[in-house]
């Protein structure tokens, strides 16, 4: 029986799912075509002009549904992730990522480094991996 390559979610479903696992683990990474949690690898932004931040009392998820729904084109063409997570002053931020087998790490810092980015995130691990100097980087 051959498989349907579209997406079998709505952005609404998305949606709601980031907004679960925000308040259930503080973030997550969503396999860009199938909407399920990522577990293994290395998450890295793929683009920073795609980052959207905002005050977690400030979730709509109307408003994420919408902005779901405006890289869905990207998320398929070049095969991405949907990141979110809640950093430690109550912001939320939401992004497309790449994510990389374990093995190659040091292709992950370099993509981040390139996007100055503070860290990348073992999924495997659940664990940060600091890659700029304190003080230096993203505000």
Do not use: K, N
Not at 32 to 52: M, S
Not at 61 to 76: E, K
Not at 77 to 96: Q, S
Not at 102 to 130: F, K, N, S, V, W
Request: hydrophobic share 45%.
């Amino acid at each position: 029986m051959p498989t349907s390559t579209a997406p079998t979610w709505t952005c609404t479903d998305v949606a709601a799912l980031l907004r679960d696992r925000l308040e259930r683990h503080g973030g997550c990474t969503l396999h860009g075509a199938r909407a399920r949690p990522v577990l293994h690898g290395l998450a890295v932004c793929a683009a920073p002009a795609t980052v959207w931040r905002f005050p977690v009392a400030g979730w709509d998820d109307a408003a994420v549904a919408s902005w779901v729904h405006g890289w869905v084109p990207r998320l398929r063409a070049e095969r991405l992730h949907l990141g979110a997570w809640c950093d430690g002053t109550d912001v939320v931020w939401l992004e497309l990522v790449h994510v990389l087998p374990p093995h190659q790490r040091a292709r992950a810092e370099a993509i981040g480094r390139r996007h100055a980015q503070q860290a990348i995130y073992d999924l495997t691990r659940d664990q940060l991996i600091p890659l700029l100097a304190v003080g230096v980087g993203l505000p």
